[in-house]
């Protein structure tokens, strides 16, 4: 894998894990049916959410029916409602039995639990599910620099960079990609600060990630693959 496939995988290897991870929740088949037939009943059961049917509607871009799919699946596996960390690292281990993934599953509950109160409920999974599949560029990039932006600052430092990039290696593991040497990780975050911090003051802001992503033909593909799988 190039530098450029490295970047690359940067802001898609959200997106596409998030794919495998929807499939293993049995959650993404159920999308493309038009007629679940047992609606009533799924109605019902997402009326009794605290945010409501049409309050999810609104902040997302799903029908009444995709949601109430949605809601089967996520209660399905989930019949709590909520989804912990250790759970959320479980599901990810299991993708990638040859790393460690329990690092980088951290960065992205913590980009899904909005609230940050330690729990990804159903609407933190619609809304967050919905940039992914459904969101604008600008909202996809968005939500990808909130992942990066560990502190939530505002900035992108080298250090976090770091940390995400070294997260993402250990997932992969070495089987996969055993030509990888130990400074890789830090090379590119190196390449990533070439080219993303701009005004060459050390940190990126979201101005600058978005001015880099969007004249990156490679990223923008990848966005358009992306959409048209789903
Ligand atoms: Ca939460
Ligand atoms: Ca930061
Ligand atoms: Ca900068």
């Known amino acids: 894998m190039g530098i450029q496939g490295m970047e690359l ?19 993404l088949e159920p999308i493309s049916v038009e007629d679940g ?9 997402v009326r009794h959410q ?10 997302t871009k799903f029908t009444k029916k995709e949601l109430q799919s949605l809601y089967r ?15 959320f690292k479980l599901i990810y281990s299991q993708f990638f039995p040859q790393g460690d993934a ?11 639990d909005v609230d940050g109160n330690g729990a990804i409920c159903f609407q933190d999974f619609v809304v967050g599910l919905s940039v992914l599949l459904r969101g604008t560029v600008h909202e996809k990039l968005n939500w990808a620099f909130n992942l990066y932006d560990i ?14 990039m070294k997260s993402i290696y250990d997932m992969m593991g070495r089987c996969t990609y055993p030509i990888l040497k130990d400074n890789a990780p830090a090379e590119h975050v ?19 990630f978005v001015e880099t992503c969007q004249k990156d033909e490679n990223i923008m593909s990848s966005m358009q693959i992306f959409e048209n799988t789903i």
């Open 9 to 27: 995988c940067a802001v898609a290897v959200v997106i596409l894990l998030f794919i495998a991870v929807l499939k293993q929740f049995g959650i």
């Open 37 to 45: 037939g047992d609606g009533d009943f799924e109605l019902s059961a």
């Open 50 to 59: 605290p945010e409501g049917l049409e309050q999810l509607q609104a902040q």
């Open 73 to 87: 699946g996520f209660k399905t596996e989930c019949p709590s409602g909520l989804v912990d960390e250790e759970t």
């Open 102 to 112: 329990t690092t980088y599953a951290h960065f992205l509950f913590n980009a899904f």
């Open 151 to 164: 502190n939530k600052d505002g900035y992108i430092t080298k250090e976090e960079m770091l940390e995400i």
């Open 190 to 208: 190196e390449m990533f600060f070439q080219k993303m911090d701009r005004n060459r003051d050390g940190v990126v802001t979201f101005e600058e």
